[in-house]
Structures are given as structure tokens and as C-alpha cells.
């Protein structure tokens, strides 16, 4: 069974940086589109970026210029560089991942933070 495993959250202060890391596990697992989204408290969750198979990336008006999502196929990781980050930032972020073939998984999450 697949299973997407986030880390790197954490406290930073405002314009710091982090690296979020989703990885797969299990071997030999091919994703076509991979993502992350966020859900701040008492709000919904959103999109913050995707990364399509051939390498397309699509990112929240909020966060561009700002964010930058990668993809390592051989290690089936996506990875989203934060920086700049602002407190409006804070939510619990998503990794989200889909087949070929349709299906579709979700990270547990891990919370950024950021204060100071």
C-alpha cells in the first residue's frame, strides 16, 4: 500500500525559510501529478502548488514568487521550498499524490508555523 510521507514543518520566524519533503513509500512507485496544499485554522484547505509528470508547475496566486515545487522521480519525493514566509503562512500542509491509473493519496500533514 502507498503511503506519502511529509517532513521538514516546523517554527520559523517571518521571512525565513523551510523545505517541505514528501516521499513514497514502497519502491518503484510512479506518481503523474504531485502537490501540496494547506488548511489553516478554521479555514479550508487549498491549493498551494502542483507539479505535473512532464514537469509543470502551478502554483496559488498567494504564494508565487515565493514557493518553489520539485519532484525527484527516481526517489518518487516531491519537495516545496518556502520562503519569504509570512505568518499568514501558518496551516498544516498537505502532500497529495495521484497514479496513472486514477488513484489518489494524501500525506498525514505537518505544521509550519510561522512567528515571531
Known amino acids: 500500500q502507498v503511503q506519502l510521507v511529509e517532513s521538514g514543518g516546523g517554527l520559523v520566524q517571518p521571512g525565513g525559510s523551510l523545505r517541505l519533503s514528501c516521499a513514497a513509500s514502497?519502491?518503484?512507485?510512479?506518481?503523474?501529478?504531485m502537490g501540496w496544499y494547506r488548511q489553516a485554522p478554521g479555514k479550508g484547505r487549498e491549493l498551494v502548488a502542483t507539479?505535473?509528470?512532464?514537469?509543470?508547475?502551478n502554483y496559488a496566486d498567494s504564494v508565487k514568487g515565493r514557493f518553489t515545487i520539485s519532484r525527484d522521480y527516481a526517489k518518487s519525493t516531491a519537495y516545496l521550498q518556502m520562503n519569504s514566509l509570512k505568518p499568514d503562512d501558518t496551516a498544516v500542509y498537505y502532500c497529495?499524490?495521484?497514479?496513472?491509473?486514477?488513484?489518489?493519496?494524501w500525506g498525514q500533514g505537518t505544521q509550519v508555523t510561522v512567528s515571531s
Open positions: 514502497g519502491s518503484g512507485v510512479s506518481f503523474n501529478l
Open positions: 507539479i505535473s509528470y512532464a514537469g509543470s508547475a
Open positions: 497529495y499524490a495521484d497514479r496513472f491509473s486514477g488513484s489518489e493519496y
